[in-house]
């Protein structure tokens, strides 16, 4: 029991990990205040390209953190794999046309896209999550499957925060942006439940809130540990 109780922290330090780990963020954060406060300008290295940049950087220490996992011969969780697939998929996308829309909406399909996995796993009576874990420590069914919906609707409730995020603070769009010829933000300012969004332009709220995301994972992650050590049984499944 005590050597499962010493594992709770790798355990939690997973969890809180899915979005990949700590320095692509911070290395994004850094780069992205570097080019928009000192003002560089150097052909396409300027402040106006400094989400660009930034995100460029996201996608290489991201890789760069899979292929140190690879080199030491650890486990790569597939909740990482995942959403370094979405983080690349759509960063290069909005890298390559030039297109902010599809950074801005990037979080939220990864935050969905996980939640879709949770829940998804328990319609068809499995659990993503307990297959994920239980190596790890041994938690009756009931527990994993209240960890795997509080970790779902967190996916959920990140997706919608981001949403929030992006709408307020980044300029709006000259055209509509439309994806699957559905209208996902109109040009310009627009009204949506009672709430104002495309008026501001102060994209730097929304690219530093990055850091701010992970203080609320590590904090969530951390506030669910009490209810895992409470359910702990005797020995891990394998």
Do not use: C
């Amino acid at each position: 029991m005590t050597e499962q109780k010493n594992d709770i922290g790798t355990a939690a330090d997973k969890a809180n990990q899915i979005w990949g780990d700590l320095i692509p963020v911070i290395g994004f954060v850094l780069v992205y205040n570097l080019l928009r406060i000192t003002n560089i300008d150097f052909g396409w290295v300027n402040k106006d390209s400094a989400l660009y940049w930034a995100t460029g950087v996201l996608i290489v220490l991201t890789l760069g953190v899979i292929a140190n996992k690879v080199r030491h011969k650890q486990p790569i969780p597939p909740f990482l794999v995942i959403t370094s697939a979405i983080v690349g998929g759509f960063g290069l996308l909005g890298i390559l046309l030039q297109e902010k829309s599809f950074i801005y909406i990037k979080p939220t399909i990864q935050n969905l896209f996980l939640a879709a996995i949770i829940f998804g796993s328990m319609a068809v009576g499995q659990n993503v999550w307990r297959v994920m874990f239980k190596s790890v420590f041994a938690l009756p069914d009931h527990a994993w499957n209240q960890l795997a919906i509080r970790w779902g609707l967190f996916f959920v409730a990140m997706a919608v925060w981001n949403e929030f995020l992006w709408r307020t603070y980044a300029p709006g769009f000259e055209a509509p942006l439309e994806f699957a010829g559905l209208t996902i933000a109109p040009a310009g300012t627009y009204q949506f439940l009672g709430l104002t969004f495309g008026d501001k332009n102060a994209e730097d709220v929304w690219a530093n809130w990055k850091l701010g995301n992970m203080v609320i994972t590590f904090i969530f992650g951390a506030l669910n540990v009490p209810y895992t050590l409470k359910h702990l049984q005797e020995e891990p499944q394998n």
